[in-house]
């Protein structure tokens, strides 16, 4: 249940205090709104069901409006937003960070949307038809925070560019905060291509301040320098030459077993590397053997495997922005622009979400966008609640 609102929090308007926008109008206190609702709002997110819970003067043609003006960027607000958190929250003691991209889509219902588009993750999957995009993850002691997206449009569009390039884009704009000694990017086997790895090991030689690696998963059709293809390697090693080890389960208890196997290996076009081999169980066939790839040389196999597993928690934010925030829920059509604001709202959402409730995650504990929406909105319903009976107790005394 939600009541109406009569007037936005305090603490909404000074999360986004400074934001790098100009806005023209009124524009700021319906984007504030927008984020607001788009939070809180336990319903559907369209842009009318969320306008039923605010003050007559913010209507659903106002928020319509707000996402067709093309003189705010949101990729800038998502940058300065997720920026403002990893600033805020309790840094590692390692100074570890993870980046982790996965692309993942949105379903839409009108035909007439030209951003949309139809397809399937593979054969094994059911065709979908919606928006596509590509989201970028930073993670480090159980927080997960996005911190980029990009639109994937269709082939058929002019200004179409590749799910790896758009990936690449999203890191080289990222700027790691100032606690970070190592930058660890990763992704399955659809990000391991050259252009990905060799675009961080520039990083790496540019960046003086901190190091930059890389742990993708690779397909085995890769060969090394002297001509020799992976596929010979996974499927010709004895399962004796394979090791057990455990790694803890992201974030859940108990431990996972893997068998690895581990080589150095100078792969074509990137250089020397270390290959691990790892799968669920020793006697299992080479057809389910994960091929994992690394430039880092002092990581142990079960530490290639157990940075591999924390790649999971971008499926789980995919989940959290599709069904707890309502991405891709707007009714929106037409031009790219608008498009793209619609997912980032969902996204500067999440941000806000975070950054009202970090102080709800207990380190060490896993934690989810429902557990901080539930106690963000006890806390706006609470204020609202005293908001009214106030204004009441004043005209009381007024009117006496």
């Known amino acids: 249940m939600l009541i109406a609102f009569t007037y936005l ?60 003006a093309a003189y705010w960027n949101v990729h800038l607000l998502v940058s300065w937003l ?34 949309a588009q139809k397809g399937r993750i593979s054969q094994h999957h059911p065709w979908f038809f919606g928006l596509r995009f590509v989201l970028l993850m930073a993670a480090w002691d159980g927080y997960r925070i996005p911190v980029g997206f990009r639109l994937i449009l269709p082939k058929r569009h002019v200004g179409y560019r590749s799910e790896n390039a758009l990936f690449r884009e999203l890191v080289g704009a990222f700027v790691p905060p100032s606690w970070a000694t190592l930058v660890i990017v990763g992704g399955d086997a659809a990000y391991g291509s050259k252009a990905n790895m060799r675009m961080v090991q520039d990083r ?9 690696g890389f742990v993708f998963a690779i397909a085995r059709t890769w060969k090394t320098v002297e ?25 859940r208890k108990g431990r996972k077993t893997f068998w690895t196997y581990s080589t150095c290996l100078g792969l074509r076009h990137v250089g020397d590397v270390t290959v691990v081999l790892s799968k669920k169980g ?16 002092e990581l142990t196999p079960s530490q290639v495997v157990c940075i591999y597993q924390k790649r999971w ?32 709202i969902a996204v500067l959402a999440y941000l806000f979400v975070l950054r009202v409730g970090h102080h709800e995650i207990v ?35 007024k009117a006496a």
């Open 313 to 344: 928690a971008i499926e789980l934010m995919n989940w959290e922005l599709k069904s707890g925030l309502g991405l891709g829920e707007h009714q929106v059509s037409g031009d790219k622009n608008r498009s793209e604001k619609s997912v980032g």
């Open 9 to 68: 929090p305090g603490f909404v308007t000074l999360v986004f205090r400074g934001m790098p926008t100009v806005w023209r109008g009124r524009h700021r206190v319906i984007f504030c709104w927008l984020i607001f609702m788009q939070a809180v709002s336990p319903g559907r997110k369209t842009l009318e069901e969320m306008a039923r819970w605010t003050p007559a003067t913010i209507t659903a043609w106002r928020f319509g409006r707000l996402l067709k």
């Open 227 to 251: 001509e020799k293809s992976l596929k010979h390697l996974v499927t010709h090693i004895p399962h004796k030459y394979y090791q057990c080890t455990r790694v803890p389960r992201e974030g």
């Open 82 to 115: 997720a920026q403002d958190l990893l600033t805020t929250l309790p840094a590692p003691a390692n100074g570890i960070l993870y980046l982790f991209g996965d692309g993942s889509h949105a379903d839409k219902r009108g035909p007439k949307n030209p951003m």
């Open 204 to 212: 790496d030689k540019a960046d003086t301040a901190r190091r930059w």
């Open 282 to 297: 020793r006697n299992t066939g080479p057809q389910h053997t994960k091929i994992l790839v690394t430039n880092l040389a």
């Open 363 to 397: 380190p060490g504990k896993p934690w989810s966008i429902f557990q901080l929406q539930h106690a963000l909105r006890l806390r706006v319903m609470t204020n609202q609640v005293e908001h009214t009976v106030k204004v009441k107790m004043a005209k009381a005394c």
